[in-house]
């Protein structure tokens, strides 16, 4: 049997043109929407996935306000089984900060009896980049970690996790309990079912101190890269464009 808690975070919607606040320190989401990031929906098909096969259960975390419980009911939705949300001014908070309250709840938890074989964390944050927490996280935890997963099995206390590079798939085999950040792509997020979404309105969401003070993250501000230059050429009209566009394909190297 395998739990796992899935470490999710609130962050605006960035399928859209992407603004920054008035400050410039964090990624303006009041008129694109929030949501968790591509990374986390796929950190938690893969749980769901794995305490399934293994008869354990899910558990989602999010540190912030009220607000972010919105994404916590999204994973109750497709599968997730308890929810815990840490209380704090999640902008108030740098990695490394995030990490601590991470492990402090795992911490407590263990204390209580309730382990978690698997941490999942997303590869990165969407909203800054940031590729940090879940390394900090197993440091703190003294537990084994790798990034960049794209898929994730359990067996007999260990973890193979399949992470793609850019010459092929890596494969780890960790013994139990590890950390393990996950990247898009390996796997399919679900949609929520009718029943996941009435599921998820009535599954209570357990409040808990973040138990350290935060530092911050250092950051000075964020920047926003100018769009690329785009031109258009008309290369003709009708066929008289033919002729052309043969050029133009001999010069990308298309034909010859």
Same mark, same amino acid.
């Given at each position: 049997m395998a739990d796992v808690l /899935?470490?999710?975070?609130?962050?605006? =919607?960035?399928?859209?043109?992407?603004?920054? +606040?008035?400050?410039? =320190?964090?990624?303006? %989401?009041?008129?694109? %929407?929030? +949501?968790?990031s591509a990374h986390e929906e796929c950190a938690v098909e893969i749980a769901v996935d794995v305490a399934g096969a293994s008869?354990?259960?899910v558990t989602v975390l999010s540190l912030g306000d009220e607000d972010c419980e919105e994404q916590l009911r999204a994973a109750v939705a497709v599968g997730a089984h308890a929810a815990v949300r840490v209380d704090a001014e999640a902008d108030a908070f740098g990695p490394g900060d995030v990490a601590?309250?991470? &492990?402090?709840?795992?911490r407590e938890?263990?204390?209580a009896g309730t382990g978690y074989d698997l941490?999942?964390?997303?590869? =990165? &944050? &969407?909203? +800054?980049? =940031?590729?940090q927490v879940g390394i900090r996280l197993a440091h703190l935890l003294g537990r084994p970690v790798v990034a960049g997963a794209q898929n994730i099995t359990v067996a007999q206390g260990r973890a193979e996790v399949r992470a793609g590079t850019a010459t092929g798939t890596e494969v780890y085999e960790l013994p139990l309990p590890a950390v393990?950040?996950?990247?898009?792509?390996? /796997? !399919?997020p679900r949609y929520p079912s009718i029943t996941g979404r009435m599921r998820a309105r009535k599954t209570p969401v357990e409040v808990v101190d973040p138990g350290v003070e935060p530092r911050g993250s250092g950051r000075l501000g964020l920047r926003?890269?100018?769009?690329?230059?785009?031109r258009v050429e008309?290369? %003709? !009209?009708?066929?008289?464009g033919a002729v052309r566009l043969a050029e133009v394909l001999r010069e990308l190297g298309v034909v010859r």
């Open positions: /899935v470490c999710v975070k609130r962050v605006p =919607d960035d399928s859209g043109e992407v603004v920054l +606040t008035e400050a410039g =320190d964090a990624v303006d %989401g009041r008129y694109a %929407g929030y +949501t968790m008869g354990g259960e601590a309250a991470i &492990a402090a709840v795992v938890k263990e204390s941490v999942l964390l997303g590869n =990165d &944050a &969407a909203d +800054t980049g =940031d590729h393990v950040t996950v990247l898009e792509g390996g /796997v !399919q926003v890269l100018p769009a690329p230059e785009s008309v290369l %003709g !009209q009708g066929a008289g």
